[in-house]
């Protein structure tokens, strides 16, 4: 295919035909052959360059010759062969990409959605620490503890009038233990990932209501905003009238930025955008993908003009509580941002998966395999960055930790 016929297949599926698809339960991806030829899998790879070239959002981000060697590479690996897989030419395509740190790149069929993803998760030692006088000891011995980085205190919930922590690190790879100095010896602890919220099914809002603490459980954001336009903002509205408001994000991977921005709106009567930036990528080919038209267009970038200080006044008078996990991505973490801007706001759990810089995905089917692959045309910088996310101002490590906020909230 030439740029030309590149165009034409990307229009004939816009965004709004796919998505519309997706909101009704339909497949996006149709019948799909079981393998095709060598010469397909060159031109699908073809059509892949194309893609990341001129619609990707982070291409620039890289040096451009490690985009070169790899598509050389990719060509000559699918003329070695006679045909392969959809999986196979996923793994081959990721493998040689796999410099790319990006959580919303992705390539999908109906059985996987592999991303370019990846984060440091939080691995924490069963050792308690209290903090006095500036120095740190352990909450069970009493043991003076030392470490050099990258072991970390992570502050905790505070246990009486004594700062508490826990004993981590954060790592893309999964350590088995820290090296720490106990009193006058080195020991090292044993470590495990930390407990976060169970994953539970996808809901937009689920609510129970306390004597003075409203619950809400949002662990999604995808649901059509149409459809649920404005019961976030009710619920925003009820919650005003409680002391206490845990809004529990875990697991939320993202959807609609709206969905936060209503529940914010209708909790404290909007939500403040200062210091969050965004730039959106501008070419013949996400034109394409977006209205269905070919247009000439040079790349380029706009960014949104800036945003103004908060202008409304702080209508929710008490503590919203939030808890948070590494499951949290993409708009999720949007909400991350925007509550880390509301008065008397605290986080709660651990840190989130770090899916933030580039967003906003369109979907390009690879000619002949069917692959979808989804491809942000935005960059953001909402105050966290790619693969580190948002980190909590209380790090628990609980598999319930709606539970302990409640405790903590009873005991304050």
Known sequence: M??????????????????????????????????????????????????????????????????????EALTAAANSTQSVTAAQLIELIHSHLSFITDGHLALTTPEAWTTFHQTKHAFVSDMPLIEREGELYSAETGERVSFDEPVRALPSIQKGRQRAFLLGIRSKDEPTDITVTLGEKQVKLPVHRIKGAAKTEPVLHKERYLDDVAIVISSEFGSDYEAAKGELLEIGKKCREYKHVIWDLSNNGGGDSRFPDEFLTGLNGGVDYSGMKCSTMHSAVVNAKLTGEICE??????????????????LFEGTLHVIINDGIASSGEWAVSTIKRVPRAVLYGCNTAGVCTFGDLTFYRLPNSRILLGCPYKIFDIG???????????????????????EHIKKA
């Open 384 to 406: 966290a960055k790619e693969t580190i996310g948002f980190e909590p101002d209380c790090w628990i490590d609980d598999e319930d930790p709606v539970s302990v906020v409640l």
């Open 297 to 314: 267009m040079e790349k380029h970038f706009t960014d949104e003009e800036e945003i103004p200080e908060k202008d409304y006044d702080d």
């Open 2 to 71: 030439n740029e030309r016929k590149f165009l034409e297949h990307t229009a004939k599926e816009t965004m709004q035909t796919l998505m519309e698809k997706a909101y009704s339960g339909e497949s996006m991806y149709g019948e799909m052959p079981e393998r095709i030829s060598a010469e397909a899998a060159a031109e699908d790879m073809e059509y892949v360059r194309y893609v990341l070239e001129n619609a990707y959002s982070g291409y620039d981000c890289y040096d451009n010759t490690m985009f070169d060697e790899a598509f």
